[in-house]
Protein backbone atom coordinates (compact mmCIF):
# COMPACT_ATOMS: atom_id res chain seq x y z
CA UNK A 1 0.00 0.00 0.00
CA UNK A 2 1.17 3.63 -0.35
CA UNK A 3 2.68 5.27 2.49
CA UNK A 4 1.31 8.11 3.50
CA UNK A 5 1.39 10.89 6.06
CA UNK A 6 0.47 14.33 6.67
CA UNK A 7 0.02 16.78 9.25
CA UNK A 8 -1.30 20.10 9.77
CA UNK A 9 0.73 22.72 11.70
CA UNK A 10 -0.21 26.69 12.24
CA UNK A 11 1.51 27.97 9.76
CA UNK A 12 0.17 25.18 7.06
CA UNK A 13 -0.11 21.49 5.83
CA UNK A 14 3.06 18.76 5.44
CA UNK A 15 2.59 16.57 2.71
CA UNK A 16 4.33 13.27 2.01
CA UNK A 17 4.41 9.80 -0.28
CA UNK A 18 5.90 7.28 -1.48
CA UNK A 19 5.42 5.76 -4.99
CA UNK A 20 4.19 2.16 -4.18
CA UNK A 21 0.64 1.43 -5.51
CA UNK A 22 -0.82 -2.11 -7.11
CA UNK A 23 -3.03 -3.34 -9.48
CA UNK A 24 -4.88 -6.61 -10.47
CA UNK A 25 -3.70 -8.41 -13.76
CA UNK A 26 -6.91 -10.49 -15.33
CA UNK A 27 -6.16 -13.32 -13.36
CA UNK A 28 -6.96 -11.32 -10.23
CA UNK A 29 -2.74 -11.31 -8.70
CA UNK A 30 -1.72 -7.96 -7.39
CA UNK A 31 1.11 -6.14 -8.85
CA UNK A 32 3.35 -3.82 -7.34
CA UNK A 33 4.06 -0.66 -9.64
CA UNK A 34 5.29 2.69 -9.34
CA UNK A 35 3.11 5.83 -9.08
CA UNK A 36 2.99 9.52 -8.63
CA UNK A 37 0.36 9.83 -5.90
CA UNK A 38 0.34 13.54 -5.47
CA UNK A 39 -1.79 15.51 -7.73
CA UNK A 40 -1.83 19.88 -7.07
CA UNK A 41 -5.69 20.80 -7.44
CA UNK A 42 -4.91 24.67 -8.55
CA UNK A 43 -2.90 26.77 -6.72
CA UNK A 44 -3.99 26.39 -2.87
CA UNK A 45 -4.95 22.25 -2.96
CA UNK A 46 -4.04 18.93 -3.35
CA UNK A 47 -4.62 15.07 -3.51
CA UNK A 48 -2.88 12.30 -2.60
CA UNK A 49 -4.44 8.73 -3.87
CA UNK A 50 -3.15 5.65 -2.01
CA UNK A 51 -3.70 2.05 -2.59
CA UNK A 52 -5.06 0.63 -5.88
CA UNK A 53 -3.47 2.48 -8.37
CA UNK A 54 -6.26 3.36 -10.34
CA UNK A 55 -7.01 5.81 -7.59
CA UNK A 56 -4.02 8.18 -8.93
CA UNK A 57 -6.60 7.52 -12.41
CA UNK A 58 -9.51 9.04 -10.46
CA UNK A 59 -7.62 11.60 -8.67
CA UNK A 60 -6.23 12.88 -12.05
CA UNK A 61 -9.78 12.88 -13.40
CA UNK A 62 -10.77 15.13 -10.10
CA UNK A 63 -8.14 17.63 -11.01
CA UNK A 64 -9.68 18.08 -14.25
CA UNK A 65 -13.02 18.25 -12.98
CA UNK A 66 -11.93 21.13 -10.27
CA UNK A 67 -10.35 22.95 -12.93
CA UNK A 68 -13.08 23.21 -15.18
CA UNK A 69 -15.53 23.86 -12.53
CA UNK A 70 -12.98 26.85 -11.31
CA UNK A 71 -12.82 25.53 -7.30
CA UNK A 72 -9.76 26.79 -5.23
CA UNK A 73 -10.76 26.61 -1.25
CA UNK A 74 -10.77 23.39 0.10
CA UNK A 75 -14.48 23.12 1.41
CA UNK A 76 -15.93 23.65 -1.99
CA UNK A 77 -13.52 21.28 -2.89
CA UNK A 78 -14.21 18.65 -0.78
CA UNK A 79 -17.81 18.86 -1.24
CA UNK A 80 -17.03 18.48 -4.79
CA UNK A 81 -14.84 15.87 -4.60
CA UNK A 82 -16.83 12.93 -2.68
CA UNK A 83 -19.45 12.37 -4.57
CA UNK A 84 -17.36 12.71 -7.94
CA UNK A 85 -14.79 10.02 -6.25
CA UNK A 86 -17.77 7.85 -5.36
CA UNK A 87 -18.34 7.69 -8.66
CA UNK A 88 -15.09 6.81 -9.89
CA UNK A 89 -14.42 4.66 -7.43
CA UNK A 90 -17.98 2.83 -8.07
CA UNK A 91 -16.58 2.76 -11.95
CA UNK A 92 -13.66 0.79 -10.65
CA UNK A 93 -15.69 -1.49 -9.28
CA UNK A 94 -17.71 -2.16 -11.80
CA UNK A 95 -14.63 -2.55 -13.86
CA UNK A 96 -13.17 -5.28 -11.36
CA UNK A 97 -16.32 -7.03 -10.43
CA UNK A 98 -19.39 -8.57 -12.24
CA UNK A 99 -21.87 -6.93 -9.82
CA UNK A 100 -22.67 -4.85 -6.73
CA UNK A 101 -23.01 -4.50 -4.24
CA UNK A 102 -19.30 -6.16 -3.32
CA UNK A 103 -17.08 -6.37 -0.09
CA UNK A 104 -14.30 -4.70 -1.96
CA UNK A 105 -10.92 -6.17 -1.97
CA UNK A 106 -9.43 -2.83 -3.99
CA UNK A 107 -7.95 -0.41 -0.88
CA UNK A 108 -8.33 3.30 -2.29
CA UNK A 109 -8.15 6.07 -0.27
CA UNK A 110 -7.53 9.89 -0.81
CA UNK A 111 -6.20 12.70 1.46
CA UNK A 112 -7.50 15.83 0.50
CA UNK A 113 -5.21 19.10 1.31
CA UNK A 114 -6.10 22.72 1.20
CA UNK A 115 -6.51 26.28 2.29
CA UNK A 116 -10.02 27.49 3.37
CA UNK A 117 -11.46 31.28 3.95
CA UNK A 118 -11.73 30.54 7.20
CA UNK A 119 -9.33 31.97 10.03
CA UNK A 120 -10.42 29.57 12.65
CA UNK A 121 -9.63 26.25 10.41
CA UNK A 122 -7.53 28.29 7.60
CA UNK A 123 -5.52 24.74 6.58
CA UNK A 124 -7.42 21.55 6.34
CA UNK A 125 -6.85 17.69 5.69
CA UNK A 126 -9.80 15.40 4.81
CA UNK A 127 -9.75 11.80 4.41
CA UNK A 128 -11.75 9.93 1.82
CA UNK A 129 -11.78 5.87 2.01
CA UNK A 130 -14.12 3.29 2.00
CA UNK A 131 -15.13 3.19 5.60
CA UNK A 132 -17.74 1.01 5.64
CA UNK A 133 -17.83 -2.68 3.92
CA UNK A 134 -19.53 -0.95 1.13
CA UNK A 135 -18.44 0.37 -2.27
CA UNK A 136 -18.86 3.41 -1.15
CA UNK A 137 -16.45 6.43 0.22
CA UNK A 138 -16.87 8.13 3.13
CA UNK A 139 -14.70 10.84 4.75
CA UNK A 140 -13.64 12.23 7.42
CA UNK A 141 -11.47 15.45 8.70
CA UNK A 142 -7.81 14.99 9.99
CA UNK A 143 -7.00 17.30 13.19
CA UNK A 144 -3.24 16.79 13.52
CA UNK A 145 -1.25 14.11 11.92
CA UNK A 146 -2.29 11.14 10.05
CA UNK A 147 -0.85 8.03 7.95
CA UNK A 148 -2.01 5.18 5.82
CA UNK A 149 -0.71 2.36 6.68
CA UNK A 150 -1.24 3.45 10.40
CA UNK A 151 2.48 4.86 12.34
CA UNK A 152 0.50 5.48 15.66
CA UNK A 153 3.62 6.00 17.34
CA UNK A 154 5.16 8.70 14.56
CA UNK A 155 1.15 10.21 14.35
CA UNK A 156 1.61 10.74 18.27
CA UNK A 157 5.46 12.14 17.79
CA UNK A 158 4.18 14.84 15.14
CA UNK A 159 0.78 15.46 16.82
CA UNK A 160 3.46 16.17 20.28
CA UNK A 161 5.84 18.55 17.62
CA UNK A 162 2.93 20.39 16.26
CA UNK A 163 1.16 21.13 19.75
CA UNK A 164 4.84 22.36 20.95
CA UNK A 165 4.33 24.78 17.82
CA UNK A 166 7.39 23.36 15.65
CA UNK A 167 7.24 24.91 11.90
CA UNK A 168 6.03 23.63 9.07
CA UNK A 169 9.45 23.04 7.85
CA UNK A 170 10.49 21.51 11.13
CA UNK A 171 7.41 18.81 10.66
CA UNK A 172 8.51 18.50 7.21
CA UNK A 173 11.66 17.41 7.69
CA UNK A 174 10.88 15.27 10.21
CA UNK A 175 8.17 13.39 8.12
CA UNK A 176 11.20 13.18 5.45
CA UNK A 177 13.59 11.85 8.03
CA UNK A 178 10.52 8.63 8.48
CA UNK A 179 10.18 8.40 5.17
CA UNK A 180 14.07 7.37 4.45
CA UNK A 181 14.03 5.27 7.86
CA UNK A 182 10.93 2.98 6.90
CA UNK A 183 12.65 2.65 3.43
CA UNK A 184 16.18 1.54 5.29
CA UNK A 185 14.06 -0.89 7.35
CA UNK A 186 12.21 -2.40 4.98
CA UNK A 187 11.76 -0.81 1.17
CA UNK A 188 8.37 -2.68 1.45
CA UNK A 189 7.28 -0.13 3.84
CA UNK A 190 8.36 2.99 1.98
CA UNK A 191 9.80 2.93 -1.45
CA UNK A 192 11.50 5.71 -3.44
CA UNK A 193 10.81 8.21 -5.32
CA UNK A 194 9.32 9.91 -2.53
CA UNK A 195 6.85 12.66 -2.75
CA UNK A 196 6.88 15.83 -0.89
CA UNK A 197 4.92 19.14 -0.74
CA UNK A 198 3.63 21.90 1.49
CA UNK A 199 0.52 24.19 1.57
CA UNK A 200 0.84 27.39 3.54
CA UNK A 201 -0.13 30.90 2.84
CA UNK A 202 1.82 31.34 -0.56
CA UNK A 203 0.09 27.81 -1.81
CA UNK A 204 0.91 24.28 -3.23
CA UNK A 205 4.80 23.43 -3.15
CA UNK A 206 5.92 20.79 -4.44
CA UNK A 207 9.67 19.69 -3.62
CA UNK A 208 12.03 17.72 -4.34
CA UNK A 209 13.37 14.72 -2.26
Same mark, same amino acid.
Given at each position: ???????????????????? $?????????????????????????????????????????????????????????????????????????????????????????????????????????????????????????????????????????????????????????????????????????????????????? $???????
Amino acid at each position: MTQIIVAKTRGGLALAADSK $GYAFDEQGKMQEMSINPLIPLGQKAALIAGGDADAVQAGQNLSQFIKQEGLSLIPEIYAAALPFLNTEYEKIMRRKCNCLPVDPIQHIYFILAGISDSPESRFQLHLIWARKKLPQLDGDEITSAFSVPRQMGFEYTLGQLVADGATLEFILSTIEQEMHRLNKLDSSLASPPFRFATISED $GFKQLQD
